[in-house]
């Protein structure tokens, strides 16, 4: 008996997914979709080119064009979940999704294809800060950090999954199985709506009457630091496609290595992204933990460096090292990142502030590949040694700037204490001469 509970619990322990609640239907919602992203992620390319008949060139640029427009959506979508359940929300938005993604299956040409990608992107943009939302109604201000790692480790697990159903589609190679792989990102979006209408509701707290548009866009504190955690993004760049690029230019590593490494930073997310988030669920300790991601990062960045003047044997060696640490910076720096975008935010707000800090990270994801790949491939081990230098020195500058924005942020909170007390008094005054003057109105010997 006890050694099936043990058995039972290290089970549990190695599952990504949490215990039945409401976190576990969320988990399962964010499974199905991340398979459907596999599924389309590993062979929208060939989808694109072999089938549709676009070339890589149109492509590639259609993709940028859109994933900038996308960018647009994060803010207004984050501001409509303060002020609407975010779970009907996110259910309808992966409607919306299921209906686009159906529509790649229309496109014949280029400006369909950037029209589709555009209102795709736009939809994708949009439903993270959605999704930040409702992580934060489901987790609660104590448990969000733990849930959005939760989340991290299962969206890891289905895009593994995802990616390795549709290499059966790349084996055959043909317009009919690059057209499955589409329906079924079509059916994942549907059953990932199913699930989360399987939450409760989670209705908008009262809000104050007005709001300033724009708000989180105006608040500088908190754009200095989760700018700092955009920029330490920029490292996902890197592991998806700089690295494979220096393996192949800059050493004798069997190419076959760059699969390996994939594998093992999802793995270790997998397994490790819940049990590193338990250190940073406030601003505070976040930001000790995200300059700890900022010198982790630096130093897996040097290591990848030095894979161009050692043996063969040793860089491979080197890689797989790197490649650890490497997991552990992004690790700490996600969750980090998620603690600070919560907690710096206004409590009111959440939904916009996610928003923004969405579109900071999006806009270094579409300035990236370009800036580091003519930083690294063109540039060698400097290039690597200047990336390393940014990422340290931007780790060790996020502590100070959250000790500025929480500052801010309390001040902010007393003028809004005395703007209350003000109001509150104003009302008592003018209900105390209301009704002086009931008073005096009711006297029957008036004056």
């Known amino acids: 008996m006890g050694t099936t509970a043990r058995v039972d619990g290290r089970r549990r ?3 990504p997914l949490p215990p039945p609640g409401r976190l576990r239907t969320l988990s399962l919602a964010t499974l199905a979709n991340t398979v459907g992203t596999g599924l389309w992620v590993t062979g929208a390319a060939l989808f694109l080119t072999r089938t549709v008949g676009l070339t890589p060139t149109e492509v590639g640029l259609g993709l940028t064009v859109a994933g900038l427009i996308g960018l647009t959506a994060s803010v207004p979508l984050g501001g409509l979940a303060d002020r609407r359940d975010p779970r009907g929300l996110r259910a309808g938005l992966q409607l919306a999704q299921a209906v686009v993604a159906a529509a790649y299956l229309l496109v014949g040409s280029f400006p369909v294809f950037l029209l589709v990608a555009s209102l795709d992107a736009l939809l994708i943009s949009g439903n993270l800060a959605v999704r930040a939302a409702l992580v934060a109604a489901v987790g609660g201000p104590e448990g969000r950090v733990h849930a959005f790692a939760t989340l991290r480790a299962v969206a890891n697990l289905g895009v593994a999954l995802g990616s390795g159903l549709a290499a059966f589609a790349l084996v055959a190679d043909t317009g009919w199985a690059y057209r499955l792989l589409v329906v079924g990102n079509v059916a994942t979006y549907l059953v990932s709506a199913a699930l989360i209408m399987r939450l409760p509701a989670y209705p908008p707290a009262r809000r104050p009457l007005r709001q300033r548009a724009g708000r989180a866009l105006r608040d ?4 200095a630091v989760v700018g700092a955690s955009a920029v330490l993004s920029v490292h996902q760049v890197v592991l998806t496609l700089v690295l494979p690029l220096w393996v192949v230019a800059h050493t004798d590593v069997p190419l076959v290595t760059v699969s390996a490494l994939l594998l093992v930073n999802t793995l270790l997310t997998v397994l490790l992204a819940v ?13 000790t933990t995200m ?23 040793v860089a491979v060696g080197l890689l797989l090292g790197a490649t650890v640490i490497y997991t552990l910076g992004d690790l700490w720096h996600a969750g980090a990142g998620a603690a600070l975008a919560y907690d710096l935010a206004a409590p009111d707000a959440l939904g916009a502030y996610q928003g923004v800090d969405g579109l900071l990270a999006g806009l270094v994801r579409a300035a990236g590949p370009a800036l580091l790949t003519w930083l690294i491939i063109d540039g060698g081990p400097v290039g690597w040694l200047a990336l390393a230098g940014s990422l340290a020195l931007t780790g060790l500058a996020v502590p100070p700037l959250t000790r500025r924005a929480l500052a801010a942020h309390a001040k902010r909170g007393n003028h809004a204490k005395r703007a209350d007390c003000g109001d509150h008094a104003d009302r008592s005054d003018r209900t105390d001469r209301a009704d002086r003057t009931d008073r005096t109105d009711r006297s029957p010997h008036p004056g």
């Open 275 to 287: 049990r590193l988030s338990g250190s940073a669920r406030h601003a505070v300790p976040a930001a």
């Open 13 to 15: 322990s190695l599952s």
């Open 220 to 223: 500088g504190p908190f754009l």
């Open 291 to 313: 300059r700890r991601a900022g010198l982790v990062l630096a130093a897996g960045m040097l290591l990848w460096a030095a894979t161009a003047v050692v043996p063969t044997a």
